[in-house]
């Protein structure tokens, strides 16, 4: 049924099947929609940087702004030695904001309210800073789970923690991008049936509210978007910057 | 002293500085936002870990409630300890 709130989360084939050595590989909704954005965000970039005005088209102003932003936002959290990492950083986040808001058209599909991709995100994320941080700086990144200070009788138990601590950022990363897009575009689905359910006589109270959570929503989708981001460079300035 | 042209390129200056100080206010916000939403999953990440490390080495040993027990002790304390990391982090700025 339409009306399940859940409905919209279905991955489903689109096309033939096409299977290698039984791994399912076939063209999905999903693979769908992570293609449009990604033609979204060349054609939105290639459209903003095509002619170099000194007074920018609103295109141009709204590229250059995103650029400015990351750029600040990678300067104050990672410092200067991340600068090689920009065009990383910048793809990672103007990508999950483009699947963020492509989500919020009525009809699509949110790739990023799956876990198996913010996941991969986040894994992927998360072995390349580690291997980042052994090539920098050998096994003295090892460091990293020894805090200065710490007496040798606590030594055990805090290295334990921090293992702990630092395993759990890929967790915390990809569970809080899929856990808020998916929470978020459930109960737009639920306040949406609700309309439907109540008509023409109580319906509209449902309605106004799922017209501010909407609302609420893009601003997630957003935030989302710069929370995945910062934090992946504060994991970068880590591996960089050893200090503790 | 009541030259109205420096008085209008003054108004130009201050209304600049006010339009500025707006940006940087919602700037501000939706930082304070984020920040929020990065805290909440911090601490419970860290205890779905320690389980998940305590059950994996329970299997391995056989000491099925033991270790389950102790990582999960574990991972709340690094839990709260990424927190107070994270709060740290935002004093700082």
């Not at chain 2, 108004?11 to 006010?18: C, E, P, Q, R, T």
């Amino acid at each position: 049924m339409d009306t399940n709130p859940m409905h919209q989360f279905n991955v489903h084939r689109i096309g033939p099947e096409i299977k290698i050595n039984g791994i399912d590989l076939s063209f999905t909704n999903a693979s769908l929609f992570m293609l449009l954005s990604a033609i979204f965000i060349l054609l939105f970039l290639l459209f903003g940087t095509k002619e170099k005005k000194i007074i920018p088209g609103k295109i141009q102003l709204i590229s250059e702004m995103l650029y400015n932003f990351i750029g600040k936002m990678i300067n104050d959290t990672a410092g200067k030695k991340a600068k090689p990492y920009f065009p990383f950083i910048f793809s990672l986040f103007i990508f999950v904001l483009f699947c963020n808001m492509i989500g919020m058209l009525p009809y699509s599909f949110t790739v990023t309210s799956h876990i198996i991709v913010t996941l991969a995100f986040a894994i992927f994320i998360f072995i390349g800073v580690t291997i980042l941080g052994f090539v920098i700086h050998g096994f003295k990144y090892l460091k990293i789970f020894v805090p200065s200070g710490v007496p040798i009788v606590l030594l055990p138990i805090i290295m334990i923690i921090e293992i702990i601590s630092y395993l759990s950022r890929p967790i915390s990363l990809s569970v809080r991008l899929f856990a808020n897009m998916m929470a978020g575009h459930t109960m737009l689905k639920v306040f949406g049936g609700f309309v439907i359910s109540l008509g023409l006589v109580a319906g509209w109270l449902p309605l106004t509210f799922s017209v501010a959570l909407t609302g609420l929503e893009i601003l997630v989708a957003f935030l989302q978007a710069y929370v995945f981001a910062i934090l992946t460079c504060i994991y970068l300035n880590d591996a960089l910057n050893l200090h503790h | 002293m009541n030259d109205p042209g420096n008085l209008e390129t003054r108004l130009k200056i201050a209304k600049s500085k006010l339009q500025n100080k707006k940006i940087e206010d919602a700037e501000k916000k939706g930082v304070f936002l984020g920040n929020a939403f990065k805290l909440g999953t911090e601490l419970v990440a860290a205890v779905v870990v320690g389980v998940i490390i305590g059950f994996i080495l329970d299997n391995w040993f056989g000491t099925k409630p033991i270790l389950i027990i102790i990582f999960f002790i574990f991972g709340s304390a690094a839990g709260i300890w990424n927190v107070i990391r994270a709060a740290k982090r935002m004093q700082k700025k």
